[in-house]
């Protein structure tokens, strides 16, 4: 049973688009709620993250949006850049260690020039 | 500052053959993990390690085994490899964020092919 629904598996945007990643989820117990991008031959790196307390999170050109009532949460990417170009992945976990974070499948983004 | 260690990046074994994958992290982080990465399978946990001299099952543990050496050193062996474990290993460790939930760091990777 997935827990986390990811979407679009693959996304192509120009230069200065606004590509948007979404994640929906099951489980009301998740109270944390990150983004990890990951750049060909690397490991995931953390992205942002936000807790449900909030319906919106902003850090430089990267924003979740959060709606809880329909338990879905989104990555928006303002002014998007090549060097953007990486696999993204949303993840979702409760209470405790990392052992409990739940992965969506990746979406891969391609910025065009 | 070297993060967290993977070795080796490469390895191509045979159906059957045994290795062990090394991870090694220097952030003095507790908690260590194994992560697969498939293709449209996202990272899946093959086991992880909350702290020194404990082990415990992930989503993916069968055809593996783990020991955790110590605080830094945390390593994954196939002892019968088979074709379904070509993948991508990852090896991770946590720490707490003050703003809540953890912070993975991951390795580079390991990729592995068994024919």
């Known amino acids: 049973q997935q827990q986390v629904k990811q979407s679009p598996q693959s996304l192509i945007v120009q230069k200065g688009g606004i590509p948007i990643i979404n994640c929906a989820y099951e489980n009301t117990a998740f109270d944390y709620f990150p983004w990890y991008q990951q750049f060909p031959g690397k490991g995931p790196a953390l992205l942002i993250a936000i807790r449900p307390d909030v319906s919106e999170k902003k850090e430089g050109r990267f924003t979740i949006s959060f709606n809880k009532s329909a338990k879905q949460f989104s990555l928006h990417i303002m002014d998007s850049q090549p060097g953007d170009s990486a696999t993204y992945f949303c993840a979702a976990s409760m209470q405790g260690g990392s052992e409990k974070l739940v992965f969506g499948k990746g979406t891969k983004l391609t910025v065009n020039p | 500052n070297a993060g967290v260690t993977q070795t080796p990046k490469f390895q191509v074994l045979k159906t059957g053959q045994s290795m062990t994958l090394q991870c090694a992290q220097d952030?003095?982080?507790?908690?260590m993990y194994w992560y697969r990465q498939d293709p449209g399978m996202g990272l899946r946990l093959i086991y992880y390690?909350?702290?020194?001299?404990?082990?415990d099952k992930g989503e993916v543990p069968n055809g593996y085994n783990v020991s955790r050496l110590n605080k830094r050193e945390f390593s994954l062996r196939l002892e019968s490899a088979a074709p379904s474990q070509t993948s991508v290993y990852f090896c991770a460790s946590s720490a707490r964020r003050v703003s809540g939930g953890e912070k993975l760091f991951f390795g580079s990777g390991t990729q592995l092919s068994v024919l």
């Open positions: 390690s909350a702290s020194e001299g404990t082990t």
């Open positions: 952030m003095n982080h507790n908690s």
